[in-house]
């Protein structure tokens, strides 16, 4: 399979992005760097780490982990944005994943057997230690991961079957857990929740995640500077 080199030279950490809006959010403040394109993403990057987004679903996130693999990259976080699936979470929270189901397409392909996956326990307990520090309120529990979101909160079976089983319900987290394991990557995810499966809403919750994303990031930034 042919695919175009990415020929830069960096560190072995990395943020990655799911959602544009949270990358033009944070591309600006938490690393300064050079910037080059790649695959239809914004990459910027030093000799210390690199940051990229955005990427969506499952499919393209297995390319990217592989790229990331071959530059040398050891621990990577993702963050981006999940749906509200039970009454433990609320939309504006910080939801940190502790398990996640895959019904998406990707895993399978990397561990065949496996349907559950978990995030690297050290690396999950260093940021979560953190927040704690930095007083940045946040929820734990689990997250399922689908291809088709829209055609998952139509199916009431679905939402019965899993709000008992899984707080939150995005596109990529277990197959960041699924293909870091299967790569030796050490990997977990960061959350805001900005809807609840099965509802519309017209506008995402952005004050009650102002706060919380200028403290998250100033925790990636450290992050990304070998600070924490």
């Given amino acids: 399979m042919f695919l175009p080199k990415l020929k830069i030279k960096t560190g072995k950490r990395s943020v990655i992005f799911f959602t544009l809006p949270e990358w033009n959010h944070a591309k600006e403040k938490i690393l300064t760097g050079k910037n080059v394109s790649f695959l239809n ?4 990057y030093n000799e210390r780490s690199l940051i990229l987004g955005p990427v969506i679903g499952a499919s393209f996130l297995s390319i990217i982990l592989e790229v990331l693999k ?3 990259i050891e621990e990577i976080i993702g963050i981006g944005w999940a749906g509200k699936l039970s009454f433990k979470v609320n939309r504006g929270d ?3 994943p502790l398990k996640a189901y ?3 397409g990707v895993s399978k392909f990397y561990i065949p057997k496996k349907r559950v996956f978990y995030p690297d326990k050290a690396l999950f307990k260093k940021i979560e230690k ?9 929820k734990k529990g689990n997250i399922i ?9 139509i199916k009431k079976e679905l939402l019965e079957k899993w709000k008992n089983e899984a707080e939150t319900l995005d596109m990529e987290t277990s197959a960041l857990f699924s293909i870091g394991k299967s790569l030796q ?4 995810a960061l959350h805001f929740i900005i809807d609840e499966v099965g509802k519309f809403f017209n506008k995402r919750p952005e004050e009650e995640i102002k706060i919380k994303r200028q403290k ?6 450290d992050f990304l500077d070998y600070k924490i």
């Avoid at 993403?41 to 910027?44: E, S, W």
């Avoid at 991961?145 to 909160?153: G, H, I, K, L």
């Avoid at 990557?185 to 977990?188: D, G, L, N, P, R």
């Avoid at 998250?216 to 930034?221: C, N, R």
């Fill in 145 to 153: 991961s689908v291809d088709a979101p829209f055609v998952f909160e």
């Fill in 70 to 72: 071959s530059l040398g």
């Fill in 102 to 104: 895959t019904k998406e």
């Fill in 41 to 44: 993403l914004q990459i910027r």
């Fill in 216 to 221: 998250v990031f100033k925790i990636l930034k």
């Fill in 94 to 96: 910080l939801f940190l």
């Fill in 130 to 138: 953190e927040m704690i520090k930095r007083e940045i309120s946040f």
């Fill in 185 to 188: 990557i050490k990997v977990m």
